[in-house]
């Protein structure tokens, strides 16, 4: 069979769709992230156990006394364990992906109800926006609207939309074509018909397909952490990554919360609207003899002036003023000026990347850092999203990406030289030294050669090149990982003595940690020693003049990279920014000369001399 290109004509399609519609995805843009904003300002906004009883108030409305006490017992949980910001804006994401999902889905399940010609179109679209990956919506949302709250939100609606088309389709389907019929016979109009007669008896299948587009929105904010979206998605993504056992249970326990109580909220809410659901709740009271106080629920009036109640008192004591912002320099050249740097799970990019936030901080800018999938990173840094990338391995492992990207970057040198790219094996693993020593010996690994992110570069180069070079591509299969998983695998048999083969590079602390041995590579299939490089944002570097300069004349050692390193593992999991300032407080001439300041400029904490 020939070829088909599909990949290529879908890229092209991609292309031309940014290159001639830019306005309308920016204006999208725009709409979403001040829906978004606006949702997270009033979810947000009152200070955590006041919104916990809103939302209580919420479910004893709708539920009864039992689930207001649980829903705030299981939010008052989420503060405890310090995602409640996270959580607030994971339901703000979920609000408005589900918001817009279900405002599409139901004129669209009308439509194709009431037409078995648009029944036969819409179906197979709809079969492909189910079964299609969540992560293929990701790649096209990105280009479109670079990384952030946006694409998830476009994605989350792409894969939550289609059950509720179907929900809806169904349920006016079955709603008895005799009383249709009827309602024709005594000349009410098809429109008419439709409000008065199919959606009210559709209503419960409808309200359940409302249900089931919340929870799929749900479903996605682990997902969405991966292109930027803040909220708890961030947290599990960052915890998988890391191998963090303790975040990612509190980032999941507070996604189960979420979930649990949005079920039963809307579940409830399909009952209140829907007149048989009505009329089962008023059959209930009635035969709730001794029980009648735990199904209590206060007429809506009530309920809804309770909840306007804590709502104003939340206006009252200035909760929605703004939360204060972190503190930054106001002197110096920053002015609280924004800075994003991307960063990947590479401990040197974690590392310099978290080393120039903290420095920039003190200089009086607005720096963040988050961390992306390679390929995710260089496509925020070219649509402007990013400012700056300081983990470009050049001229080889990431040379693809700047083939791919490189006119939207500028290149502001290498701070970092003589690395390397290899296989490593635990020194206890005899007669294995180079990378053709492998062959043959697949049994003995597991047939398995243990990998990081697979955007990465090294795996592309690996998978692409190396592996096939030594005729170990049919005997080995490279597994995708995460840094953070590579090194917890190589911990776990190395405390076995197992022998197992991973993907490693240097400078890397693990080098110190174990006793390896770099397999070397007398083909020179890996290429030229890395250099690593800092990019810039095109657009970025002339913004942000004073950090570009500096980053131009960044350099490190490898005795400063090492102890960097190992400043941050020794503060432990979450805390990088205390081993940051921990190494810079050990090396306190490090500051100035990254960011060197007319002195008595007032740039704030480490201006002056040190």
């Given at each position: 069979m020939p070829r088909l290109h599909l990949g290529t004509w879908a890229e092209s399609t991609v292309n031309w769709l940014t290159h001639h519609f830019s306005w309308l995805f920016d204006a999208i843009s725009s709409v979403v992230n001040h829906m978004y904003n606006g949702v997270e300002w009033?979810?947000?906004?009152?200070?955590?156990?006041?919104?916990?009883?809103?939302?209580?108030?919420?479910?004893?409305?709708?539920?009864?006394?039992?689930?207001?006490?649980?829903?705030f017992a299981g939010f008052a949980l989420i503060d405890s364990i310090a995602q409640w910001d996270q959580a607030m804006q994971s339901l703000s994401l979920v609000v408005v992906s589900a918001a817009v999902a279900v405002v599409l889905a139901v004129p669209l399940g009308i439509w194709a109800a009431r037409s078995r010609s648009a029944s036969m179109l819409v179906r197979p679209v709809l079969d492909v926006m189910q079964t299609l990956p969540a992560f293929v919506y990701l790649i096209p949302a990105i280009i479109f609207f670079s990384l952030g709250t946006v694409p998830a939100v476009i994605a989350t609606i792409v894969f939550a939309m289609p059950v509720g088309v179907r929900m809806t389709e169904l349920g006016i389907r079955q709603v008895d074509a005799e009383l249709v019929e009827a309602a024709?016979?005594?000349?009410?109009?098809?429109?008419?018909?439709?409000?008065?007669?199919q959606l009210p008896l559709a209503l419960p299948t409808v309200m359940a397909g409302v249900n089931q587009v919340i929870m799929l929105a749900l479903s996605m904010v682990v997902i969405g952490g991966m292109v930027g979206a803040a909220g708890l998605g961030a947290t599990v993504f960052g915890a998988i990554s890391q191998v963090n056992i303790g975040l990612g249970f509190e980032g999941g326990v507070?996604?189960?919360?979420?979930?649990?109580?949005?079920?039963?909220?809307?579940?409830?809410?399909?009952?209140?609207?829907?007149?048989?659901?009505?009329?089962?709740?008023?059959?209930m009271r009635a035969s709730a003899h001794g029980l009648s106080f735990a199904h209590y629920r206060p007429r809506p009036v009530v309920g809804l002036s309770a909840v306007v109640t804590l709502a104003l008192v939340a206006c009252g004591t200035g909760v929605f003023s703004g939360s204060p912002s972190s503190p930054t320099a106001s002197g110096g050249p920053g002015h609280g000026q924004a800075v994003h740097i991307g960063d990947f799970d590479w401990d040197e990019s974690v590392a310099s990347a978290n080393l120039w936030q903290q420095v920039l901080s003190d200089r009086g800018y607005k720096a963040t850092v988050n961390t992306y999938d390679p390929g995710a990173a260089y496509t925020g840094l070219a649509s402007g999203s990013l400012d700056y990338v300081t983990d470009t391995?050049?001229?080889?492992?990431?040379?693809?990406?700047?083939?791919?990207?490189?006119?939207?970057?500028?290149?502001?040198?290498?701070?970092?030289?003589?690395?390397?790219?290899?296989?490593?094996?635990?020194?206890?693993?005899?007669?294995?030294?180079?990378?053709?020593?492998?062959?043959?010996?697949?049994?003995?690994?597991?047939?398995?050669?243990?990998?990081?992110?697979?955007?990465?570069?090294?795996?592309k180069l690996l998978q692409s090149k190396v592996l096939p070079g030594y005729g170990l591509d049919k005997?080995?299969?490279?597994?995708?990982?995460?840094?953070?998983?590579?090194?917890?695998?190589?911990?776990?048999?190395?405390?076995?003595?197992?022998?197992?083969?991973?993907?490693?590079?240097?400078?890397?602390?693990?080098?110190?940690?174990?006793?390896?041995?770099?397999l070397t590579d007398p083909k020179g299939l890996w290429g030229a020693s890395d250099s690593i490089h800092t990019e810039a944002n095109r657009s970025s570097a002339a913004r942000l003049p004073h950090v570009t300069s500096w980053m131009r004349k960044f350099h490190m050692t490898e005795a400063q990279l090492g102890s960097l390193e190992a400043a941050i593992q020794a503060a432990g999991q979450g805390?990088?920014?205390?081993?940051?300032?921990?190494?810079?407080a050990k090396n306190p001439g490090v500051e100035n000369a990254m960011a060197p300041v007319v002195a008595g400029s007032g740039s704030g904490p480490g201006s002056g001399k040190n």
């Open positions: 009033v979810l947000g906004g009152p200070s955590p156990l006041l919104m916990a009883g809103i939302l209580a108030l919420v479910a004893f409305w709708l539920r009864g006394v039992l689930a207001g006490v649980l829903s024709d016979a005594f000349g009410t109009s098809p429109l008419k018909t439709l409000l008065r007669v507070a996604v189960v919360i979420l979930a649990i109580y949005l079920d039963r909220v809307t579940g409830a809410l399909g009952d209140q609207v829907s007149p048989l659901g009505r009329r089962a709740l008023a059959r391995w050049l001229p080889t492992t990431h040379a693809a990406y700047i083939k791919q990207y490189g006119k939207n970057f500028t290149d502001l040198g290498s701070w970092y030289g003589h690395t390397s790219l290899e296989i490593a094996v635990p020194s206890y693993v005899k007669d294995v030294h180079s990378m053709a020593d492998l062959k043959g010996r697949a049994g003995e690994f597991g047939g398995r050669i243990v990998g990081i992110e697979p955007g990465a570069g090294e795996m005997e080995y299969q490279l597994v995708a990982s995460s840094t953070a998983g590579m090194l917890a695998e190589l911990k776990r048999d190395y405390a076995a003595e197992k022998p197992v083969a991973v993907v490693l590079w240097s400078p890397h602390w693990a080098y110190s940690t174990y006793q390896l041995t770099k805390h990088v920014t205390q081993g940051v300032k921990a190494w810079l």
